[in-house]
């Protein structure tokens, strides 16, 4: 089983709708939990950390159930510069030092 | 937020030589940095860690010999593929963490490489 597994996508939507991705990981000592970013050809970038009790920033909501060894990310009102590939991002035990991503799922938002 | 560079950011390269990447942070220094490469349509695979002055941690299955790791300086991480294949094309990443208790690291721009 692979240590952070995501929908495989791609997944197209139009302008507004409210888009959904889903994320798993194996490992039940993983300490933190991310959602990166990533244009086409360009580095990943942060988009946001996921806390236990639930965050929003914006447009953006992450959720962490950590009995399911879930993480999911919401993006309502999308927008056309959201279209990017959404990394899940795990930092596995003992130290503060091992990203592992996750393949990433990738949204194509559409006018 | 904290700023690395990468360079080149594109090269292109025969089979049997061998390629130099550069990593540097621009505004911080940074204890550790990571090489990351990506295939298409795949996620960021870790490839070693660095500790400026110590040598690299590689991750199991990256040959050492092969994937040169130089970490000789608080801004600077160099890798070099060594006699390098088209398998070895991909896209390089690094990263750099300031150090301490901080998960937090800043991407270069990465660099895709292609051997042909």
């Known amino acids: 089983r692979k240590e952070v597994e995501q929908d495989p996508g791609p997944f197209n939507v139009p302008e507004g709708a409210t888009v959904a991705f889903n994320c798993t990981y194996s490992n039940s000592a993983s300490q933190s939990f991310f959602w990166y970013r990533q244009d086409c050809r360009k580095e990943p970038k942060l988009l946001m950390s996921v806390y236990s009790s639930g965050n929003e920033d914006g447009r953006f909501t992450a959720q962490l159930n950590r009995a399911s060894q879930y993480i999911s990310l919401l993006i309502r009102d999308s927008k056309l510069s959201d279209s990017a590939t959404y990394l899940c991002v795990v930092i596995l035990p003992p130290g503060y030092s091992t990203l592992t991503f996750g393949k990433g799922t990738m949204l194509l938002v559409s006018p | 937020g904290a700023v690395v560079s990468q360079h080149p950011s594109r090269v292109i390269c025969k089979s049997g030589t061998s390629v130099k990447i550069e990593c540097r942070s621009l505004?911080?220094?940074?204890?550790?940095m990571f090489w990351y490469r990506q295939f298409p349509k795949q996620s960021l695979m870790l490839m070693a860690t660095s500790n400026e002055g110590s040598k690299a941690t590689y991750e199991q299955g990256v040959e050492k010999d092969k994937f040169l790791i130089n970490h000789a300086s608080l801004t600077l991480s160099t890798l070099t593929v060594t006699s390098a294949h088209p398998e070895d094309s991909s896209f390089y990443i690094c990263?750099?963490?300031?150090?301490?208790?901080?998960?937090?690291?800043?991407f270069g721009p990465g660099t895709r490489l292609t051997v042909t």
């Open positions: 505004d911080f220094q940074a204890t550790t």
């Open positions: 990263s750099a963490r300031a150090g301490g208790e901080t998960y937090e690291q800043y």
